[in-house]
């Protein structure tokens, strides 16, 4: 298999094939007047950066619909290039690398239907993925409602201005600081 690395892993080596593309974190169609930003950072149980960590996105789109359309692997009709998203559809996916800083942008619509973005992440030292919440409201939801106020903070997107959220993810709660609740399927 031909492909770049990805960087040191506990388990692989991993490569690069359809891991982060460019805009993997523009869900919203381009120019979109709705389009909100969600960004953070991943940090360890020491609240350092994990600088390379992988996040995907799932959400419905703002009528409630979960059909999506092709995405950052969409390929050209005659050469099967990949082109990438074109721009103007939603697509309800996206997946992010982080940075140095373990820092992170998702820019998409508001999900209809329910008060969250679905979040996955994947990251150095893990044998599992990890699945989350990221809450763009305090809603009443069966899952908010069941975590003590402590808990519960780990999920809510904190509103910075109009249109921008905050979502910290924490893989650990050592150093004083609350791990995010992570869901567990199956």
Known sequence: MTGRRTPPQTIGPYFGYALPRPDGGRIAPT???????????VLDGQGEPVDDALLEFWQPAPDGSRTGAPGSLRREAVGGAAVGRDGVAFTGFGRVATGADGGYVLRTLRPGGVPYL??????RGLL????????????????????DAGR???LIAVPERTGVYRFDIRLRGDGGYEETVFLSFG
Do not use: K, M, N, W
């Open 31 to 41: 120019g979109h007047p709705e389009t909100i930003t969600v960004h953070g950072r």
């Open 152 to 154: 519960r903070a780990t």
């Open 128 to 147: 599992q993925h990890l699945f989350t919440r990221a809450y763009l409201t305090q809603a009443v939801d069966p899952l908010l409602s069941s975590l």
């Open 118 to 123: 679905s979040v996955c992440v994947l990251a």
